[in-house]
């Protein structure tokens, strides 16, 4: 990707966490600014800014309350559409990296109008700080190990720290093991199919009495970049 100096990408989301379910889209972009080199490594910074259009649905009939016949209770099942925008900074060379990013900048409150009552969720912004290193394994350049540290802050929440180990082996395999301070651990499993093809999944719990309500977490990703030299983009 040397050749290039601009990146586009974009997903779609859905995310539920009992009666709440969020959709979406976000378009991302990203400029990446080579710094002239110095010894034999290249370095680079990189700056980037989403923009995401987010539906936040809240099934009024799955909440659990202590007195249903509270006439402040909404049963209906009701959706808010809200924007949001994130940015990041970061740079990175060969063999090491670090940044800074607000995934939810603008953080808007969804509100939920029923029955001549309003119920809200307030989306809070969110501060994100990470490093990591890349640790060839032996001699080989195709395998090697990725630690990487995160630090994560919440408005009215507490501060947190993603500790989370990566192995990649051949160019094709993906290995990796997480622990959060919130009691929370993770393990993910990848296969580079090729360059242009990434498919992987990623299993995450918790150890503590909210686990009860929360459950556990399962992702899957699957990933495909769309190239052309005869167009210049990739």
């Given at each position: 990707l040397d050749d290039?100096?601009?990146?586009?990408?974009?997903?779609?989301?859905?995310?539920?966490?009992?009666?709440t379910i969020t959709n979406g889209f976000t378009a991302n972009y990203a400029y990446h600014i080579e710094i002239p080199s110095w010894g034999y490594n290249?370095?680079?910074?990189s700056i980037g800014a989403s923009v995401s259009v987010?539906?936040?649905?809240?099934?009024?009939?799955?909440?659990?309350?202590?007195?249903?016949?509270?006439?402040?209770?909404?049963?209906?099942?009701?959706s808010s559409f809200l924007p949001e925008i994130g940015l990041g900074i970061m740079y990175y060379n060969?063999?090491?990296?670090?940044g800074f990013s607000a995934p939810q900048?603008?953080?808007?409150?969804?509100?939920?109008?029923?029955?001549?009552?309003?119920?809200?969720?307030?989306?809070?912004?969110?501060f994100y700080g990470n490093m990591y290193g890349k640790i060839p394994l032996g001699q080989r350049d195709d395998s090697y190990f990725i630690p990487s540290i995160w630090f994560k802050y919440a408005i009215h929440s507490p501060f947190h720290v993603d500790f989370h180990s990566q192995f990649v082996i051949d160019n094709t395999f993906v290995f990796g093991v997480g622990y959060n301070t919130a009691n929370a651990i993770k393990g993910e499993l990848g296969v580079i199919v090729s360059e242009q093809y990434k498919i992987g999944y990623t299993y995450s719990t918790?150890?503590?009495?909210?686990?009860?309500?929360?459950?556990?977490?399962?992702?899957?990703?699957?990933?495909?970049?769309?190239?052309s030299d005869d167009f210049g983009w990739y």
């Amino acid at each position: 990707l040397d050749d290039y100096n601009m990146a586009v990408s974009g997903y779609i989301m859905h995310d539920r966490v009992g009666p709440t379910i969020t959709n979406g889209f976000t378009a991302n972009y990203a400029y990446h600014i080579e710094i002239p080199s110095w010894g034999y490594n290249s370095h680079y910074f990189s700056i980037g800014a989403s923009v995401s259009v987010l539906q936040h649905r809240l099934k009024g009939s799955e909440l659990v309350v202590t007195d249903p016949d509270d006439p402040l209770v909404i049963g209906d099942d009701l959706s808010s559409f809200l924007p949001e925008i994130g940015l990041g900074i970061m740079y990175y060379n060969d063999h090491v990296g670090f940044g800074f990013s607000a995934p939810q900048v603008l953080g808007l409150t969804a509100k939920f109008n029923g029955d001549g009552e309003t119920s809200s969720i307030a989306k809070a912004q969110h501060f994100y700080g990470n490093m990591y290193g890349k640790i060839p394994l032996g001699q080989r350049d195709d395998s090697y190990f990725i630690p990487s540290i995160w630090f994560k802050y919440a408005i009215h929440s507490p501060f947190h720290v993603d500790f989370h180990s990566q192995f990649v082996i051949d160019n094709t395999f993906v290995f990796g093991v997480g622990y959060n301070t919130a009691n929370a651990i993770k393990g993910e499993l990848g296969v580079i199919v090729s360059e242009q093809y990434k498919i992987g999944y990623t299993y995450s719990t918790q150890f503590t009495p909210w686990n009860t309500f929360l459950g556990d977490s399962h992702e899957i990703m699957f990933s495909y970049i769309i190239d052309s030299d005869d167009f210049g983009w990739y």
